[in-house]
T-cell receptor
Framework: NAGVTQTPKFQVLKTGQSMTLQCAQD?????MSWYRQDPGMGLRLIHY???????DQGEVPNGYNVSRSTTEDFPLRLLSAAPSQTSVYFC???????????????FGEGSWLTVV | AQSVTQLGSHVSVSEGALVLLRCNYS??????LFWYVQYPNQGLQLLLK??????LVKGINGFEAEFKKSETSFHLTKPSAHMSDAAEYFC?????????????FGAGTRLAVHP
């Protein structure tokens, strides 16, 4: 089982460059989300989606865009990278139980992004 | 908005000793509560979850947690620590004004286990 697949695993960007972090899941999960992890701050929710065509903001959405054209894919776009976006990014997916991700949430292995 | 506070960013125990990692939450509605573990340079793995069923939740690797509404706590325990338990542990909550769609994490507790 592939589960949740994130690419790339490592990336170095220059300030102002754009890039897309890819996330794909093969479990037919409705719910997908993106988190960033910074030392001493745990994981913070960037954006989430409860189904194809539906996205919403999390705790720290500024500087990031998402779209959900298919159930399987949930890419995260950085339009103009800033050093403050240096972080580890995690994509996650789960079934949607009508209220939220109450069931097990599956995480990808993370993408390490450095903006110089 | 809901929030999670993990008391102690670093906890150190001896092998064989009790592990107690503290988590307090705030939520205006019955919450879902989770504990995740993260090993170095890896993603997160679910240890256990509470979703309004039994208040004592048993998870993987011998861990368990008890939901105490009166104390707004969801502390993680393991009777006897093993060297392989050394990792970072995250408590998380969903529910409250943020809704069940948003999983909010605590800052994490790094557990060290020494011989």
């Amino acid at each position: 089982n592939a589960g949740v697949t994130q690419t790339p695993k490592f990336q170095v960007l220059k300030t102002g460059q754009s890039m897309t972090l890819q996330c794909a899941q093969d479990m037919n999960h409705e719910y997908m989300s993106w988190y960033r992890q910074d030392p001493g701050m745990g994981l913070r929710l960037i954006h989430y989606s409860v189904g194809a065509g539906i996205t919403d903001q999390g705790e720290v959405p500024n500087g990031y865009n998402v779209s959900r054209s298919t159930t399987e894919d949930f890419p995260l776009r950085l339009l103009s990278a800033a050093p403050s976006q240096t972080s580890v990014y995690f994509c996650a997916s789960s079934y949607f139980d009508g209220r939220g991700p109450g069931n097990t949430i599956y995480f990808g292995e993370g993408s390490w992004l450095t903006v110089v | 908005a809901q929030s999670v506070t993990q008391l102690g960013s670093h906890v150190s125990v001896s092998e064989g000793a009790l592990v107690l990692l503290r988590c307090n939450y705030s939520s205006s509605v019955p919450p879902y509560l989770f504990w995740y573990v993260q090993y170095p340079n890896q993603g997160l793995q679910l240890l256990l979850k509470y979703t309004s069923a039994a208040t004592l939740v048993k998870g993987i690797n011998g861990f368990e947690a008890e939901f105490k509404k009166s104390e707004t706590s969801f502390h993680l325990t393991k009777p006897s620590a093993h060297m392989s338990d050394a990792a970072e542990y995250f408590c998380a909550v969903s529910g409250g004004s943020g809704g069940y769609n948003k999983l909010i994490f605590g800052a994490g507790t790094r557990l060290a286990v020494h011989p």
